[in-house]
């Protein structure tokens, strides 16, 4: 079992930046795919993007492709989310999450383990 953490929100205008920490506890780190999802009022949790449990491997959802990244250290059991040219519709609250499962894709429910997510706004 693995408990997620997530810091960094926070409120930015549009064009700016954030960076989005998420701390996993437990030794198995490196035997777990890593995703981000975020949810806003009224919508469902959607897809932002997903690292492979060596890092090999990273997705993005369309929407943020070119300016999200993701990366994963796994000696310091962390996955961050570096946002980008941050629009208004970034504004969301954001999750962490992990799946033993390989090749998870972008549903969320193949992914079994959640932070309990941190509050992103942009304003125009």
């Known amino acids: 079992q693995v408990q997620l953490v997530e810091s960094g929100g926070g409120s930015v205008q549009a064009g700016g930046s954030l960076r989005l920490s998420c701390a996993a506890s437990?030794?198995?780190?490196?035997?777990?795919?890593m995703g981000w999802f975020r949810q806003s009022p009224g919508k469902e949790r959607e897809f932002v993007g997903a690292?492979?449990?060596?890092?090999?491997?990273?997705t993005y959802a369309d929407s943020v492709k070119g300016r999200f990244t993701i990366s994963r250290d796994n000696i310091k059991n962390t996955v961050t989310l570096q946002m980008s040219n941050l629009k208004p519709e970034d504004t969301a609250v954001y999750y962490c999450?992990?799946?033993?499962?390989?090749?998870?894709?972008?549903?969320?429910?193949?992914?079994?383990?959640w932070g309990q997510g941190t509050q992103v706004t942009v304003s125009s």
């Open positions: 999450a992990a799946t033993y499962r390989d090749n998870p894709g972008r549903w969320p429910g193949a992914f079994n383990y």
């Open positions: 690292t492979s449990s060596r890092g090999a491997v990273t």
């Open positions: 437990g030794r198995t780190f490196t035997t777990y795919h």
